[in-house]
């Protein structure tokens, strides 16, 4: 049985797709609005739930190319669970 739908700041997410949201973060001091991009990838049927982020500190960038090699992996039509990147 498919699991039900994920939100994610706001916007449902159907078992078995993927999505990219833009998440709202507070507003710089000249009140510019900032949003930080996220992937969600919810599949088909339950399973454990995992965020993985990179470049907190700007100059640890090796972990975005993981990432986006990590979202291109063809396994992930597979997965059992859902992948917040």
Do not use: S, W
Not at 6 to 35: F, K
Not at 54 to 80: C, Q, S, T, W, Y
């Amino acid at each position: 049985m498919p699991q039900a739908p994920i939100r994610c700041g706001g916007i449902d997410v159907a078992a078995g797709r993927r999505q990219l949201i833009d998440l709202p973060i507070p507003r710089l001091y000249t009140h510019t609005a900032l949003t930080i991009p996220v992937r969600v990838i919810h599949g088909r049927h339950g399973g454990p739930r995992l965020f993985v982020c990179a470049a907190i500190h700007g100059d640890e960038i090796n972990g975005v190319e993981i990432i986006r090699r990590v979202l291109d992996a063809p396994e992930l039509m597979r997965l059992k669970g859902t992948l917040l990147a």
